[in-house]
């Protein structure tokens, strides 16, 4: 599958599906002008790809015609939300594969006595926010980034600075319809479909393409306190190491507040904490957390409400995590309390960090304190494993791959993973990977392990029935059990 395709027939057929639409606003082919700039735009171009065709459908009946169009083809397919996949996933991870634009799904509904609601699966997270606080003020946990798709985000997880207060996006997912691998158009919740609803809240690429998904909400909470330090402007990264001692201390605190959401950025120029408490001012403070900071770092506090939080994060963060079409690398690993690294080893690592050629002056760490209502959720509930986790981190290296780069992205490169391996050197155990920062260099059985971990075994399982020609595909994507039979799986003994 993937390259073997007939490309002429497999156009044949989406056009046909077209009908009387203009196929110019349906589905676009490589070749045609604006394929790479509009239709297949990468989100990062260090992970170059060409799609065997983008398809932009307006109904879920229209997906499952283009599913079926890929399987008479031989093709694979991904669908596309907000196309924010570090390996440009949405786009299928490799050339060849069909994507399916999810732009048109932009529905909304609301059960006003109930506040659950419906919305189309390529909604992006800030405009899905905008229209809950219309519908009453209501809200749901996310991540930070606004143009993320609410299908690809909950299909996956959906961590945010309120995930522990509330969980994750996937948590409040109550049904989906779906389009399988054969076509067929299914609702699916805890009791119909109970496994599907299970592998697509976690593993939703490997599964089928989500056309709407309903979730509850709840009331945004208000007033909110936003908070952050000044940044440390630490001439080396060592001396950022004693700050982000006493950060890891206060976060891992298994009795800190849930309300508390953080983040410790690191960069070239020093170290900052950034983040929102859910509750007034005089709460924050009574909660003991702002003296807990550590020495010179206190937190200035901005009262805001839901969409004010919303978007300071978005904007704070977004001077690193850049929105612009650029080129990055990405590493990042999920640690358990015991698995933190002690003060000694985080100044270890922090003054490896001062010794290396980066290649690129662009690049940070983000600490984010995770667990509390996340981890409340049973492991066997949802795909998404990562129950059992007190800090997610990721190291960005930003240096797009071009000619005449190719020294700086190979320093880049060497960096992000010289400093992966830093962490799982000193921070023995650490097993775990959050599959929505994925990382294309990674090998596909590693990556798997990491980002579904024991919940691996049962994914493959359900892969074998519900997709064993694996229709729905990624380089990383879940296996069919059978694929692996015989074989010694990672991590299994
Ligand atoms: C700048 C930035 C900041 C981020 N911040 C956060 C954060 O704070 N918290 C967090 O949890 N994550 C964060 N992420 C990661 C993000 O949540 C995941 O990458 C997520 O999968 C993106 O979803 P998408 O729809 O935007 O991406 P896409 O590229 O469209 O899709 C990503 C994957 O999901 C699949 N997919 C998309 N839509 C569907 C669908 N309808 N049905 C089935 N599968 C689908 C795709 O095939 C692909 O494999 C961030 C990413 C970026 C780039």
């Not at 522990?164 to 699916?188: C, F, P, S, Y």
């Not at 990042?332 to 922090?350: G, H, K, M, Y």
């Not at 599959?435 to 399982?461: A, F, H, I, K, T």
Request: proline share 5%.
């Amino acid at each position: 599958m993937g390259n073997t395709h007939s490309q002429s027939s497999l156009e044949s057929c989406i056009q046909s599906l077209a009908g009387n639409r203009a196929l110019s606003s349906f589905a676009a082919f490589p070749g045609s002008p604006t394929y790479k700039t509009d239709w297949a735009r990468l989100y990062n171009l260090n992970f170059a790809v060409v799609p065997a065709a983008v398809a932009r459908p307006e109904t879920a009946e229209d997906v499952a015609g283009l599913v079926k169009c890929a399987r008479e083809n031989g093709v694979r397919v991904q669908a596309k939300s907000g196309g924010h996949s570090y390996g440009n996933y949405g786009l299928g991870g490799v050339d060849g594969v069909l994507s399916i634009d999810m732009v048109n799904f932009q529905h909304f509904s609301m059960d006003n006595d109930t506040g659950v609601v419906t919305v189309g699966a390529g909604m992006p997270i800030n405009v899905l926010n905008q229209k809950l606080q219309n519908a009453g003020g209501r809200a749901i946990p996310h991540g930070i980034a606004p143009g993320i798709g609410i299908g690809g985000h909950a299909g996956i997880g959906g961590i945010g600075t309120m995930s522990r207060m509330w969980g994750t996006t996937l948590d409040h997912v109550i049904k989906m319809q779906v389009v399988t691998a054969d076509g067929e158009i299914r609702t699916v919740n805890k009791s119909s479909e109970p496994d599907l609803f299970w592998a697509l809240r976690g593993a939703a690429p490997s599964f089928g393409i989500i056309t709407s998904l309903t979730l509850i909400t709840h009331p945004a909470p208000s007033p909110i306190a936003q908070y952050e330090t000044t940044l440390s402007f630490s001439p080396t990264t060592l001396s950022s190491a004693p700050l982000y001692s006493v950060w890891q201390q206060l976060i891992s605190d298994p009795s800190l507040d849930p309300r508390f959401g953080s983040l410790f950025i690191l960069t070239p120029m020093g170290s900052l904490i950034t983040g929102t408490f859910y509750g007034s001012q005089s709460e924050f403070e009574d909660s003991g957390i702002p003296e807990r900071f550590p020495d010179g770092m206190q937190p200035h506090v901005q009262m805001t409400d839901w969409l004010g939080a919303g978007a300071h994060l978005a904007g704070q963060m977004g001077k690193w995590m850049l929105s612009t079409q650029t080129g990055f690398f990405v590493k990042s690993l999920a640690f358990r309390r015991n698995e933190l690294p002690s003060s000694l080893d985080v100044q270890e690592i922090f003054k490896w960090i001062d010794d290396q050629d980066k290649g690129t002056i662009l690049w940070f760490c983000v600490f984010e304190a995770v667990g509390g209502k996340m981890n409340e959720v049973s492991v066997e509930d949802t795909a998404f494993v990562h129950r059992d986790k007190t800090v997610v981190w990721q190291v960005w290296a930003v240096v797009p791959s071009m000619e005449g780069n190719s020294v700086l992205v190979d320093k880049a490169r060497k960096f992000v993973a010289g400093l992966k391996d830093q962490f799982m050197k000193y921070a023995k155990g650490v097993d775990g990977m959050y599959p929505g920062y994925v990382d294309p260099e990674m090998g596909e059985e590693s990556g798997q392990r990491m980002y579904w971990g024991r919940n691996l075994e049962r994914l493959e399982e359900l892969k074998r029935v519900w997709d064993p020609e694996e229709r729905f595909w990624n380089p990383q994507s879940v296996r069919p059990a059978d694929k692996f039979s015989g074989k010694k799986r990672l991590g299994v003994s």
